[in-house]
T-cell receptor
Framework: AQSVAQPEDQVNVAEGNPLTVKCTYS??????LFWYVQYPNRGLQFLLK??????LVKGSYGFEAEFNKSQTSFHLKKPSALVSDSALYFC???????????????FGTGTQLKVEL | GAGVSQSPSNKVTEKGKDVELRCDPI?????LYWYRQSLGQGLEFLIY????????KSGLPSDRFSAERTGGSVSTLTIQRTQQEDSAVYLC????????????FGPGTRLLVL
């Protein structure tokens, strides 16, 4: 079975400071990993993904994430947070070794990011 | 279309009534997914369609839930005899259909069962 853990329900950071939103995963094989962001009353917006290759993945709005296989982590980072980054962030995983079932994703419970002035 | 669209955006119904939720995927996307987002439950997979293949229904929580996809495009999620615990945001996503590809989500339908 595949699973995702986002250990922090909420992360608070001051504008201009770096931010990190944590994600760890568990899969049988190799993972596909995704980050999505959800603004109030909106659907999920894709930020970035790791499929293969370079462990550091760059995505939309200045976000990046680093795949760490030994720690089974895929933490989301941004060097300088903006108030407009305040939203709910979801990490998701799919086990590459799974056959069938298409791309169905397993999501973490979400981390609320609050960026304050 | 430019993105995944869903209707209605909000639905209030009485316990025991049936509801239908609609999803229009991105044009050309062969894969379509339904997820449910509940308070305290996070996002859970419900059902997956890929082209003309039999759908993966492994996430449907009970036989009151069903979905169909007509002509490989529009999908309808039907909940029969709704219960209060069905209250949630129902999200639809589509992707081009190859493994590892990004799923693009619609804005969701917020369902409230009174």
């Amino acid at each position: 079975a595949q699973s995702v853990a986002q250990p922090e329900d909420q992360v608070n950071v001051a504008e201009g400071n770096p931010l990190t939103v944590k994600c760890t995963y568990s899969v049988s094989g190799n993972p596909y990993l995704f980050w999505y962001v959800q603004y109030p009353n909106r659907g999920l917006q894709f930020l970035l993904k790791y499929i293969t290759g370079d462990n550091l993945v760059k995505g939309s709005y200045g976000f990046e994430a680093e795949f760490n296989k030994s720690q089974t982590s895929f933490h989301l980072k941004k060097p300088s947070a903006l108030v407009s980054d305040s939203a709910l962030y979801f990490c998701a995983v799919r086990d590459m070794s799974l056959t069938g079932g298409g791309n169905k994703l397993t999501f973490g419970t979400g981390t609320q990011l609050k960026v304050e002035l | 279309g430019a993105g995944v669209s869903q209707s209605p955006s909000n639905k209030v119904t009485e316990k025991g009534k049936d509801v239908e939720l609609r999803c229009d995927p991105i044009s050309g996307h062969t894969a379509l997914y339904w997820y449910r987002q509940s308070l305290g439950q996070g996002l859970e997979f419900l059902i997956y369609f890929q082209g003309n293949s039999a759908p993966d229904k492994s996430g449907l929580p009970s036989d009151r839930f069903s979905a169909e996809r007509t002509g490989g495009s529009v999908s309808t999620l039907t909940i029969q005899r709704t219960q209060q615990e069905d209250s949630a945001v129902y999200l639809c996503a589509s992707s081009p259909g190859r493994v590892g590809e990004t799923q693009y989500f619609g804005p969701g339908t917020r369902l409230l069962v009174l």
